[in-house]
Nanobody, 113 residues
Framework: VQLQASGGGLVQPGGSLRLSCAASKSIYNIGIMGWYRQAPGKARELVGL???????NYHDSVKGRFAISKDNAKNTIYLQMNSLKLEDSAEYYCYAFDRGAHWGQGTLVTVAS
């Protein structure tokens, strides 16, 4: 499966962004999809995951602020990011586990005043 992420940009602290990740095939049966991020000089870290049954799992640092959703009809998952903080600035990567790990290209999120 190929993944195409979009929606990154520059936003002020406290603002919101929605990232999208479009898959090249049906996501209905893809067991796990989600988002990771990597800030300069830091390791890539999990943001959150969504299962094919809709189960959700988030990193503690984004709980209550970020939400992952999926639209099976559009083969797309989303990451709604609210109350953004400076430390949320990173390259965000879409992920899918479908007979192996698949990564999309990153989309840059910059939180700055």
């Amino acid at each position: 499966v190929q993944l195409q992420a979009s929606g990154g940009g520059l936003v002020q602290p406290g603002g919101s962004l929605r990232l999208s990740c479009a898959a090249s095939k049906s996501i209905y049966n893809i067991g796990i999809m989600g988002w990771y991020r990597q800030a300069p000089g830091k390791a890539r870290e999990l943001v959150g995951l969504i299962s094919n049954l809709g189960s959700l799992n988030y990193h503690d640092s984004v709980k209550g602020r970020f939400a992952i959703s999926k639209d099976n009809a559009k083969n797309t998952i989303y990451l709604q990011m609210n109350s953004l903080k400076l430390e949320d600035s990173a390259e965000y990567y879409c992920y899918a586990f479908d007979r192996g790990a698949h990564w999309g290209q990153g989309t840059l999120v910059t939180v700055a005043s």
